[in-house]
């Protein structure tokens, strides 16, 4: 079946600095793919949604300066905390679809903590 | 808009009893619905989806979950629950106007007693 790498699993940082959260679609072509964010014990919330080639759309409240994301091929798209700060602690977790098969295949998700 | 309503935060079963986590959903259209589990620290597996064909729609692990659209409804069950069920679920629809994208319910947490 379908396989979504996310890398890495999880991630300290200092505050300040940036970190790259990696999301590879294995063994099909992501046309899409969508990144979320999950507080403790709470829901995924949509970060914003990435076609290949094109520039992500950001849902209302994201600051796409903050949270930079790449979708430069069908197998690989990026997410970049920039400048990150303790309140940026979180679960993330990446999502590629296949429209062709209509499925979403989720990443393992990205723990990251800024200290 | 789509949207989806996850009726409980939290349901406790004992372990070989039924399950039952409900959902129900708001869409323009007609809806491409998903349940997902997520275990703790980690991504989110499929469980099951529907998108307009049998209303009765099977899983994996034993669970299924019936399309109703009279109630608008979309509730999951699983005859007989085990320890390993117990987890974070999720009822989803998908959103054809924005790429697909998925709208997540608020999740109910599952516990499962021996």
């Known amino acids: 079946g379908a396989v979504v790498s996310q890398h890495p699993s999880w991630v300290i940082c200092k505050s300040g600095t940036s970190v790259k959260i990696e999301c590879r679609s294995l063994d099909f072509q992501a046309t899409t793919m969508f990144w979320y964010r999950q507080f403790p014990k709470q829901s995924l919330m949509l970060m914003a949604t990435s076609n290949e080639g094109s520039k992500a759309t950001y849902e209302q409240g994201v600051e796409k300066d903050k949270f930079l994301i790449n979708h430069a091929s069908l197998t690989l798209s990026t997410l970049t905390v920039t400048s990150a700060h303790p309140e940026d602690s979180s679960f993330y977790i990446c999502?590629?679809?296949?429209?062709?098969?209509?499925?979403?295949?989720f990443g393992s998700g990205t723990r990251l903590t800024v200290v | 808009a789509q949207s989806v309503t996850q009726l409980d935060s939290h349901v406790s079963v004992s372990e070989g009893t039924p399950v039952l986590l409900r959902c129900n959903y708001s869409s323009s259209y007609s809806p491409s619905l998903f349940w997902y589990v997520q275990h703790p620290n980690k991504g989110l597996q499929l469980l099951l989806k529907y998108t307009s064909a049998a209303t009765l729609v099977k899983g994996i692990n034993g669970f299924e979950a019936e399309f109703k659209k009279s109630e608008t409804s979309f509730h999951l069950t699983k005859p007989s629950a085990h320890m390993s069920d117990a987890a974070e679920y999720f009822c989803v629809v998908s959103d054809p106007g924005g790429y697909n994208k998925l709208i997540f319910g608020a999740g109910t947490r599952l516990a499962v007693h021996p």
């Open positions: 999502s590629a679809s296949d429209r062709l098969n209509y499925g979403y295949t």
